[in-house]
């Protein structure tokens, strides 16, 4: 059967603006990169503060470490959580507060393993590895992002 056409003034004008519809389109992509840079900021800045703190207090240096990674961690996570929630994402509380920590474990786990897993099957050492878990940490980078933009802060019926 053909299907018919119908152009209203021979398709004379359109109201597709390149930029600004772009924009639109991108727009919770381009505001996730910049929760992702700030709570990047937040996490290291704390991590330096914790971990100079634990330093002057004579803290043993693994169990600084420690202390400061999982501070920065739970501080750097909750700015991102309510940036994500409300900036990006536009979400409603409730089960997402949960959801994006279930998340945020999950893919810890992921980027450990991952790393673990391969620097150690390609056997590489130093540079190499941190260049590999950086790549590991951009494709779970957009794995968060539609992981949260499908099930963390989706819009629920009725909502």
Same mark, same amino acid.
């Given at each position: 059967?053909?299907?018919?056409?119908?152009?209203?003034?021979?398709?004379?004008?359109?109201?597709? @603006?390149? *930029? @600004?519809?772009?924009?639109?389109?991108? @727009?919770?992509?381009?505001?996730?990169?910049?929760?992702?840079?700030?709570? %990047?900021?937040?996490?290291?800045?704390?991590? #330096?503060?914790?971990? /100079? =703190?634990?330093?002057?207090?004579?803290?043993? @240096?693994?169990?600084?470490?420690?202390?400061?990674?999982? #501070?920065?961690? *739970?501080?750097? /996570?909750? %700015?991102?959580?309510?940036?994500?929630?409300? +900036? +990006? %994402?536009? /979400?409603? &509380? /409730?089960?997402?507060?949960?959801?994006?920590?279930?998340?945020?474990?999950?893919?810890?786990?992921?980027?450990?393993?991952?790393?673990?897993?391969?620097?150690?099957?390609?056997?590489?050492?130093? =540079?190499?590895?941190?260049? *590999? $878990?950086?790549?590991?940490?951009?494709? *779970?980078?957009?794995?968060?992002?539609?992981?949260? $933009?499908?099930?963390? %802060? #989706?819009? $629920? $019926? &009725?909502?």
């Amino acid at each position: 059967m053909p299907i018919h056409t119908i152009y209203i003034d021979e398709n004379a004008s359109s109201h597709f @603006r390149p *930029l @600004r519809d772009a924009l639109l389109i991108y @727009r919770s992509l381009f505001q996730f990169c910049a929760s992702s840079i700030l709570a %990047f900021v937040i996490d290291n800045v704390v991590f #330096a503060m914790v971990f /100079g =703190l634990a330093e002057s207090q004579d803290v043993a @240096r693994k169990i600084g470490v420690l202390i400061a990674l999982c #501070a920065a961690r *739970l501080i750097s /996570g909750h %700015f991102q959580y309510f940036y994500n929630s409300r +900036v +990006v %994402f536009h /979400g409603h &509380g /409730g089960r997402s507060y949960c959801q994006y920590w279930g998340t945020a474990l999950c893919i810890a786990v992921t980027s450990y393993w991952a790393t673990v897993w391969i620097t150690g099957a390609l056997a590489v050492h130093g =540079l190499l590895v941190t260049l *590999l $878990k950086i790549f590991m940490e951009m494709i *779970l980078f957009v794995l968060s992002y539609h992981v949260q $933009k499908a099930w963390v %802060f #989706a819009n $629920k $019926k &009725g909502q």
